[in-house]
């Protein structure tokens, strides 16, 4: 709940120019947001140097179903999608020249519980993150960058990481400029960048 939060007031806070109504139907949006598989959300701010990434998406994105891993095979498989996020180069196409550092990476959702090895925050169960057997994830990160110019251009790589993957609403923040599209490829330009 912390990190969502501190998300959100990094998110929020980098919506200097926004208006009281637009910030509120986007937490309308998040509160709402339906599980549909084939579907994500993707939000991504940046602040000066420090670059802020979300992705939240129905677990069968990620491994092709929702329960927690109880067999060795099922473990495997989210422990070896858990290393492929870790890897920024599998979720956003970043230029190297921008000198990106991953500053913290975590997970949260049922599927990754009681695997070891992996960092989890403890799941919050709050509006469709576990309802009817189907369950949501989400993954965050933060890079510092010391050359953020460089990011110009920068594309989504996570299509071909989540192959279950079809369609991201993306949000992106850069310093108070706000900017959604969605995308369904990654040809597609991430918007704002
Ligand atoms: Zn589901």
Redesign the pocket.
């Known amino acids: 709940m912390k990190i969502r939060i501190a998300f959100c007031i990094i998110f929020f806070a980098s919506l200097v120019s926004a208006n009281k109504e637009k910030v509120v139907s986007h937490h309308e949006h998040r509160a709402n947001s339906a ?1 549909e ?1 084939g579907s994500g959300e993707f939000n991504v701010v940046l602040a000066e140097k420090t670059l802020s990434v979300e992705l939240h998406t ?3 994105s990620l491994v092709g179903f ?1 329960h927690k891993a109880k067999s060795d095979n099922d473990k495997k498989k989210v422990s070896d999608i858990y290393k492929k996020l870790k890897d920024e180069q599998n979720v956003l196409m970043m230029p190297s020249s921008a000198n990106c550092k991953l500053a913290k990476f975590e997970v949260e959702g049922e599927i990754f519980e009681d695997i070891p090895g992996l960092n989890v925050v403890s799941e919050e169960h709050e509006h469709g993150d576990h309802q009817d ?4 994830i989400e993954v965050r990160y933060v890079f510092e960058c010391t050359n953020v110019a460089n990011l110009k251009g920068m594309k989504v790589s996570l299509f071909k990481t989540l192959k279950n993957l079809k369609r991201l609403k993306v949000q992106t923040v850069i310093n108070d400029k706000q900017n959604s599209a969605d995308l369904l490829n990654e040809t597609q330009p991430l918007p704002g960048f």
Do not use: M, N, W
Not at 133 to 136: A, C, I, L
């Open positions: 599980h598989h129905p677990a069968e929702e057997g189907h369950s949501d």
